[in-house]
């Protein structure tokens, strides 16, 4: 069994910063593409950026030069570090891993930005 559990959220002012992590564990074998998505009150879920195994990274156009996904293959972690945060990035984050051919998500992380 894998798990996929994130960590890290909480409520931040409006441009503080926030660093998620998102650890997977049980079985694994290998971890290909790992990614963070977010779905805010009454939208839909969208993706806020992906990094494969070879570190190759892509964002959402709305966080691209604030946000930065980073990973430790070691430690089987995806890390989102979130900078200059605004309400509208006010939602659950959820990672998503790619793990032995298969995708696991966790049970998401609250992220709200608010004074």
């Known amino acids: 069994q894998v798990q996929l559990v994130e960590s890290g959220g909480g409520l931040v002012q409006p441009g503080g910063s926030l660093r998620l992590s998102c650890v997977a564990s049980?079985?694994?074998?290998?971890?290909?593409?790992m990614g963070w998505y977010r779905q805010a009150p009454g939208k839909e879920l969208e993706l806020v950026a992906t990094?494969?195994?070879?570190?190759?990274?892509n964002y959402a156009d709305s966080v691209k030069d604030r946000f930065t996904i980073s990973r430790d293959n070691a430690k089987n972690t995806v890390y989102l570090q979130m900078n200059s945060l605004t309400p509208e990035d006010t939602a659950v984050y959820y990672c998503?891993?790619?793990?032995?051919?298969?995708?696991?998500w966790g049970q998401g992380t609250q992220v709200t930005v608010s004074s």
């Open positions: 049980g079985s694994i074998f290998s971890i290909n593409a």
């Open positions: 998503k891993g790619q793990v032995n051919i298969h995708e696991y």
């Open positions: 990094i494969t195994n070879l570190h190759r990274t």
